[in-house]
Antibody, heavy 115, light 107 residues
Framework: EVQLVQSGAEVKKPGESLKISCKGS????????VGWVRQMPGKGLEWMGIIYPGDSDTRYSPSFQGQVTISADKSISTAYLQWSSLRASDSAMYYCVRNLNLDYWGQGTLVTVSS | EIVLTQSPDFQSVTPKEKVTITCRASQNIDTMLHWFQQKPDQSPKLFIK???QSISGVPSRFSGNGSGTDFTLTINSLEAEDAAVYYC?????????FGQGTKLEIK
């Protein structure tokens, strides 16, 4: 069974750094793209970027380029989304997704940034 | 960047009605268009892939159609459990994008 299991909810202060994770199982992790999708409270879905764990090819939406870093550790079948300096506007639910057609979704990681 | 525009933004329908949601792309995306259903406090789920391909486990009353720039998601004989927000998504060109969503309410 394909599963994407994300790390737990985070509460951070503005300016802090954060790295959330997404562990894939039940499939060949290096053979499928893994992406990230943001959903701000009460809003729609926003495609952030995607990585191919097999060769670390990474693509970003211009809206998120330079704001976040997507990475993957294929040895532990885990993808990451990280921020070096969080802002209050980064408060949202973040989903990891598999494949270019987003056929499987993680359960979401709620990030709250507040002073 | 390819812009996807869904219509309507909101629709209130009665059970057993037929519903059609439209997604228009700002440029040709062939059939690289997928539909998702999201219920409150749940992760979205893939409901139709590549414009018209069905997904295992999704009720057969859901169907998709279209190619190029105009796409539709049709729900035949709506059921109460279909109340949700529906999103289209294109994977033709980076950056991938989503439509703004269509909220379906059951009367």
């Amino acid at each position: 069974e394909v599963q994407l299991v994300q790390s737990g909810a985070e509460v951070k202060k503005p300016g802090e750094s954060l790295k959330i994770s997404c562990k894939g199982s039940g499939y060949s992790f290096t053979s499928y793209w893994v992406g990230w999708v943001r959903q701000m409270p009460g809003k729609g879905l926003e495609w952030m970027g995607i990585i191919y764990p097999g060769d670390s090819d990474t693509r970003y939406s211009p809206s998120f380029q330079g704001q976040v870093t997507i990475s993957a550790d294929k040895s532990i079948s885990t993808a990451y989304l990280q921020w070096s300096s969080l802002r209050a506007s980064d408060s949202a639910m973040y989903y990891c997704v598999r494949n270019l057609n987003l056929d499987y979704w993680g359960q979401g990681t709620l990030v709250t940034v507040s002073s | 960047e390819i812009v996807l525009t869904q219509s309507p933004d909101f629709q209130s329908v009665t059970p057993k009605e037929k519903v059609t949601i439209t997604c228009r792309a700002s440029q040709n995306i062939d059939t690289m268009l997928h539909w998702f259903q999201q219920k409150p406090d749940q992760s979205p789920k893939l409901f139709i892939k590549y414009a018209s391909q069905s997904i295992s486990g999704v009720p057969s009353r859901f169907s998709g159609n279209g190619s190029g720039t105009d796409f539709t998601l049709t729900i035949n004989s709506l059921e109460a459990e279909d109340a949700a927000v529906y999103y289209c998504h294109q994977s033709n060109d980076f950056p991938y994008t989503f439509g703004q969503g269509t909220k379906l309410e059951i009367k």
